[in-house]
C-alpha cells in the first residue's frame, strides 16, 4: 500500500546537536511539506518542495533546513539554531490540482533533553 | 491573506448526540475545503472535502456543507460515537499554490 513514512516516531535531542527527521513516500506525490504541530497551535507550515531540488520556505523556516534529492524523500534538520524544537513534526504530501488534499505521515515527536 | 476560524475546543459531548463544529474562512478566488481528524499521537487523516460551493463532503456519518454566501464550512455527524473523539482540523487551498491553511483544531470528547 502506498503512504508516507516517518521515523523516528520519538527523537530526542541535546542541547546544540543537529538532528534530521525522515520523510518517505511512494505515492507519486510531487509536492511535499513540513508542518510542526504544538498544543493549541495548529498546523505551521516549515519548508515545502513542489518538485526535485528545489523548495520554499514556510512561515518558520528559521533553525530548520531541508532537501529534495529525489521525489519520495523530504528530510528536515532541526539545527541548533531553533531555539525551541520540542514539538511534534508532520510531513505530508500532495498532487498537483485542488481538491486532493494532503497525505499525512505519522509523525515525529522531537525532545530536547 | 487567507485564514480559517475553527470554534474553541474541547467540545464534550454524550454518546449519540448531534455534533457542530464552526469552520468559517478568509479567501481570495475560490478555495477548496477539508476536513482533516487527529487520533492521539497519529498524523492528520483526510476525513472530507468539497472543492466548490454548495457541494457537500461527507464520510463516514460526518457531513460537511460549502456554504461560499457565509463562508463556511461547518462539520456535522447526527449521532457521535466514543470513537470520534479526537481533534479536527479545518484547512482550506486555493489555485495557483500547494500550501494549504489550516484552523487551530476543535478536540472533540465524546462520552460513553
Known amino acids: 500500500d502506498g503512504g508516507i513514512t516517518q521515523s523516528p516516531k520519538y527523537l530526542f535531542r541535546k542541547e546544540g546537536q543537529n538532528v534530521t527527521l525522515s520523510c518517505e513516500q511512494n505515492?507519486?506525490?510531487?509536492?511535499m511539506y513540513w508542518y510542526r504541530q504544538d498544543p493549541g497551535q495548529g498546523l505551521r507550515l516549515i519548508y515545502y518542495?513542489?518538485?526535485?531540488?528545489?523548495?520554499q520556505k514556510g512561515d518558520i523556516a528559521e533553525g530548520y533546513s531541508v532537501s529534495r534529492e529525489k521525489k519520495e524523500s523530504f528530510p528536515l534538520t532541526v539545527t541548533s539554531a531553533q531555539k525551541n524544537p520540542t514539538a511534534f513534526y508532520l510531513c505530508a504530501s500532495s498532487i498537483q490540482g485542488l481538491g486532493y488534499g494532503y497525505t499525512f505521515g505519522s509523525g515525529t515527536r522531537l525532545t530536547v533533553v | 491573506g487567507n485564514s480559517v476560524t475553527q470554534m474553541e475546543g474541547p467540545v464534550t459531548l454524550s454518546e449519540e448526540a448531534f455534533l457542530t463544529i464552526n469552520c468559517t474562512y478568509t479567501a481570495t478566488g475560490y478555495p477548496s475545503l477539508f476536513w482533516y481528524v487527529q487520533y492521539p499521537g497519529e498524523g492528520l487523516q483526510l476525513l472530507l472535502k468539497a472543492t466548490k460551493a454548495d457541494d457537500k463532503g461527507s464520510n463516514k456519518g460526518f457531513e460537511a456543507t460549502y456554504r461560499k454566501e457565509t463562508t463556511s464550512f461547518h462539520l456535522e455527524k447526527g449521532s457521535v460515537q466514543v470513537s470520534d473523539s479526537a481533534v479536527y482540523f479545518c484547512?482550506?487551498?486555493?489555485?495557483?499554490?500547494?500550501?494549504?491553511?489550516f484552523g487551530t483544531g476543535t478536540r472533540l470528547k465524546v462520552l460513553a
Open positions: 484547512a482550506l487551498t486555493t489555485s495557483g499554490t500547494y500550501k494549504y491553511i
Open positions: 505515492l507519486n506525490h510531487d509536492a
Open positions: 518542495s513542489q518538485i526535485v531540488n528545489d523548495f
